[in-house]
């Protein structure tokens, strides 16, 4: 779990009660942290913990003494995304960037194709998460910018066959299911073969109000009056994956 107030930061390792705080961001005291994500976990040599503020990427390798600042000018990273073993990140303009965290901090830009066959052109989808999903690096998301009943959710697959790169349709999700949060700085989360806790596959999950809706890839959303994302100052609820805990616990 990670926590941010002003500066400060602390990252809390739910399985074994010890906590990491990083040095201060060397921020001014109006500067608010947006988002965050741990690219690994805290025992492994190559952890990093990246935090996004309105204007700048931070990255700070655990147990170091200092922040790197990522250089604005190559855009500012939104959505991390472990992908691999790599980690890829997207900004608010649909830029793709790998993201090298050794040697040294290098932010490296995927060229991307827009459009053309049975691909995405760039601002088709309003409303969009990166996701992992077993080989696929996954963009899902609603040409509405507040989805609700009527609209139709859509994926589209990372080709880095071609180059450019470019996104390509995904009709299907096959036996996975995809769990998204009305808070936009929750990770989209994918899970194989849902059926085995309830769930049913080639579904997107989203949560809101206090109650779960499913709704079926490339299928009309039903019975959903209107899907309120953002960024409140409350904490959000969170979806969690079981069998991720169960790895943590058996390394």
Same mark, same amino acid.
């Given at each position: ?21 990083? *040095? ?20 492994? *040599? ?63 830009? =995927? ?22 999903? %077993? ?42 299911? =995809?769990? =998204? ?12 073969? *849902?059926?085995?806790? %309830? ?38 609820? =969170? ?13």
């Amino acid at each position: 779990m990670i926590f941010s107030s002003n500066k400060s930061c602390l990252v809390f390792d739910v399985f074994t009660g010890i906590g990491v705080s990083p *040095p201060l961001l060397p921020v001014d005291e109006y500067s608010e942290i947006n988002y965050a994500a741990l690219t690994a976990p805290l025992a492994s *040599p190559n952890s990093h913990l990246i935090v996004f503020t309105a204007f700048s990427n931070f990255f700070w390798r655990v147990g170091s003494n200092l922040w790197l600042k990522h250089s604005p000018c190559n855009g500012k990273l939104n959505n991390i995304v472990i992908f691999k073993g790599q980690v890829f990140g997207m900004g608010s303009d649909r830029r793709l960037f790998m993201v090298h965290l050794m040697p040294r901090i290098r932010v490296q830009k =995927i060229p991307l194709a827009w459009g053309g066959n049975n691909s995405m052109t760039k601002w088709h989808l309003s409303t969009h998460w990166l996701v992992a999903c %077993g080989d696929l690096l996954l963009l899902v998301g609603c040409q509405s910018c507040f989805p609700r009943t009527g609209d139709i959710f859509e994926a589209y697959r990372l080709d880095m066959s071609t180059k450019p790169a470019k996104w390509v349709k995904v009709e299907e999700l096959e036996n996975w299911a =995809i769990f =998204i949060s009305n808070d936009e700085r929750s990770q989209a989360l994918s899970c194989m073969n *849902p059926e085995r806790r %309830g769930g049913r596959s080639n579904c997107m999950y989203f949560y809101d109000s206090g109650r779960s809706v499913a709704f079926e890839l490339g299928k009309s959303l039903q019975g959903v009056l209107f899907m309120s994302i953002g960024c409140g100052s409350m904490v959000q609820p =969170i979806w969690v994956v079981p069998s991720l805990f169960s790895l943590c616990r058996d390394s």
